[in-house]
């Protein structure tokens, strides 16, 4: 199963309703993944991620990051559900 990190400045409030939202877009897709929600500074403690998904900046050079502004905001918001379902797929 594929492993989504999500994460933003404290891991509790941005980061709860880019889950929510990923999780719907997901179910409806049909792809399964694992989704982990933490703080950015907590991502390089998690193994294995496939795709880390970010309300703020951060960039790693092995594992796919979207920055997911769209998600709070509902600008591009389907580019970036396509984007993260392309890459679980």
């Known amino acids: 199963?594929?492993?989504?990190?999500?994460?933003?400045?404290?891991?509790?409030?941005?980061?709860?309703?880019?889950?929510?939202?990923?999780?719907?877009?997901?179910?409806k897709a049909n792809v399964q993944a694992e989704i982990i929600q933490c703080k950015v500074a907590e991502i390089e403690s998690m193994a294995g991620a496939d795709l880390i998904v970010t309300t703020t900046s951060y960039s790693n050079d092995k594992i796919p990051v979207i920055r997911a502004l769209s998600f709070l905001t509902g600008i591009g918001m389907e580019q970036d559900i396509q984007k993260i379902v392309d890459i679980l797929s």
């Open 1 to 27: 199963m594929k492993k989504v990190i999500v994460a933003c400045g404290t891991g509790i409030a941005t980061s709860t309703v880019v889950c929510v939202k990923i999780k719907e877009a997901l179910a």
